[in-house]
C-alpha cells in the first residue's frame, strides 16, 4: 500500500542519498562484473607442467582463450591458420582510443569505489548467505534466459529452464537454495545462458566493432542492443521508484563481486596489456557461448 505521507526536506535528502549512493554501487559494480571480472589468471611456475586454470577463467574459456603455457593466445601470424575463435577476436577495435579511456575509468571505479564496498561486505556477510543471495538473483533472471532459448529454436533447453525455475521458486524458498543443481534433464542439452546478445549472433549477425562502455564495461555493438533488450527482460527493471530499482540491481552486482575480489588484481599482475587480455577474452568467450 501506498503512503500519502507529506514529504518532508529531510525525506527527500535522505531519497537523494539514497539512490545517490545506490547509483554509485552499481555503477561500481557493473565495471567489473561485466568488465575487469570477465577474464583472471597468471603465468605458470613451470612451462613443462599445464596450468591450473582459476575459477573465473573456467567461466570465460580457457580452453579458447589460453594455450598450455598459461598465455593468453594471440592472433596467428601471418599465413598460420585461423580458427572461428581467432575470427571472433580479431574483431575490428576502430575506437581504441576511446574504448581505453573508459577501460582506465571503469579501472579507478573498481579501484577507488567497488572495491572497498565489496570487500566491507564480505567482511559482514558469510559466504554461504552470499550465495543464497547470488542464487536468488540468477534465478529471477530467469525471462532473459527463457526468451532467448526459444528465439534460438531451443524448446528442449527453454522447457529444462523452466523446469528448474519453478522448482527453484516452489521448493527453493523463492529460488534462495538452487535444489536442482544436480538434476539432469531427460536428454543432453547445451547450456541454458542466454541472453539476446547471443541470440543475435546465433542468428549469424556478427560482433560489429568491440566497445567499453562506462559502468557497463567491454561489449560490442551486437552486443550493445541485445543488453538494451535484455533490460525490458529482466524483472528488477520495473522496480518504482527507480532508485530502488538502481539499488537492487546494485546490491545484486556487490553480492557477485564480493565472491571474485583479487581476480582482477591478479589479471593486472599478470598482463603486459590488461585492455588486450580483457578484449581477447571476452570477444572469445562470446563465441564460445554461441556455440555452447
Not at 575463435?85 to 576511446?98: I, N, V
Not at 536468488?136 to 527463457?146: A, I, Q, T, Y
Not at 525455475?165 to 521448493?171: Q, R, S, Y
Not at 565472491?259 to 598482463?271: F, N, P, T, V, W
Amino acid at each position: 500500500m501506498m503512503s500519502h505521507e507529506k514529504a518532508t526536506p529531510m525525506h527527500i535528502l535522505s531519497r537523494s542519498l539514497l539512490a545517490t549512493l545506490a547509483l554509485t554501487l552499481l555503477c561500481s559494480s557493473v565495471a567489473l562484473a561485466t568488465g575487469a571480472a570477465q577474464t583472471t589468471t597468471a603465468a605458470p611456475a613451470s612451462v613443462a607442467q599445464k596450468p591450473e586454470a582459476p575459477s573465473l577463467l573456467l567461466a570465460y574459456g580457457d580452453v579458447d582463450i589460453w594455450d598450455e603455457t598459461g598465455q593468453i593466445i594471440k592472433k596467428p601470424a601471418k599465413g598460420e591458420k585461423m580458427t572461428m575463435s581467432d575470427a571472433a577476436a580479431a574483431t575490428p577495435d576502430p575506437l581504441e582510443g576511446w574504448n581505453r579511456m573508459w577501460f582506465g575509468f571503469n579501472d579507478k571505479l573498481y579501484f577507488w569505489a567497488m572495491k572497498p564496498v565489496a570487500q566491507g561486505y564480505s567482511a559482514v556477510i558469510p559466504e554461504r548467505p552470499r550465495i543464497w543471495v547470488g542464487n536468488f538473483f540468477h534465478n529471477l533472471m530467469f525471462p532473459v534466459r527463457f526468451v532467448s532459448l526459444m528465439l534460438q529454436g531451443k524448446p528442449d533447453a527453454a522447457a529444462v529452464e523452466t523446469s528448474r525455475f519453478i522448482g527453484n521458486t516452489a521448493f527453493g524458498l523463492g529460488g534462495f537454495a538452487d535444489i536442482t543443481a544436480d538434476s539432469k534433464p531427460y536428454k543432453p542439452i547445451g547450456s541454458t545462458e542466454k541472453d539476446l546478445g547471443l541470440t543475435f549472433g546465433y542468428w549469424g549477425m556478427d560482433n560489429g566493432m568491440y566497445l567499453v562502455w562506462p559502468f557497463i564495461g567491454p561489449s560490442s555493438a551486437r552486443d550493445t542492443v541485445g543488453y538494451a533488450g535484455d533490460y525490458f527482460l529482466t524483472p528488477i527493471s520495473y522496480i518504482h521508484p527507480w532508485y530502488w530499482s538502481v539499488a537492487t540491481k546494485g546490491y545484486d552486482k556487490i553480492n557477485e563481486v564480493s565472491m571474485r575480489i583479487g581476480d582482477y588484481e591478479s589479471l593486472k599482475e599478470a598482463s603486459v596489456d590488461p585492455y588486450e587480455a580483457v578484449r581477447d577474452a571476452y570477444l572469445r568467450n562470446r563465441y564460445k557461448k554461441i556455440n555452447d
